[in-house]
Nanobody, 126 residues
Framework: QVQLVESGGGLVQAGDSLRLSCAAS????????MGWFRQAPGKEREFVAA????????YYSDSVKGRFTISRGVAKNVVYLQMTSLKLEDTAVYYC???????????????????WGQGTQVTVST
């Protein structure tokens, strides 16, 4: 069982930057592929970004590519989502998730992930 805790959300203006963190208490995240998803009010949860176990493979949704960066921290129990040039449409609750699969990885598919955090709110205003 992995307990994930997101932090770093908040209220920012369009064009600002924000860094979200996802931490696992008491254990390393290097055994898991990690993803970030988001859900805006009235919308389905959507894929944002994912990083492989080793950190050398990343995926992004088209809507955030070039603006967001997912990375693993030096401390092996943290994963980050650096968000720049934030837009109004980035407003959502952001969730991190861990996938324990070894043989296969479907980074964009939310039901493939085994563990989820409680989410952190990101609100982008004009």
């Amino acid at each position: 069982q992995v307990q994930l805790v997101e932090s770093g959300g908040g209220l920012v203006q369009a064009g600002d930057s924000l860094r979200l963190s996802c931490a696992a208490s008491g254990r390393t995240l290097s055994s898991y592929s990690m993803g970030w998803f988001r859900q805006a009010p009235g919308k389905e949860r959507e894929f944002v970004a994912a990083v492989s176990r080793t950190g050398d493979i990343t995926y992004y949704s088209d809507s955030v590519k070039g603006r967001f960066t997912i990375s693993r921290g030096v401390a092996k129990n943290v994963v980050y989502l650096q968000m720049t040039s934030l837009k109004l449409e980035d407003t959502a609750v952001y969730y991190c998730a861990a996938d324990r699969s070894i043989s296969s990885w479907y980074p964009r598919v939310f039901h493939e992930y085994d563990y989820w955090g409680q989410g952190t709110q990101v609100t982008v205003s004009t």
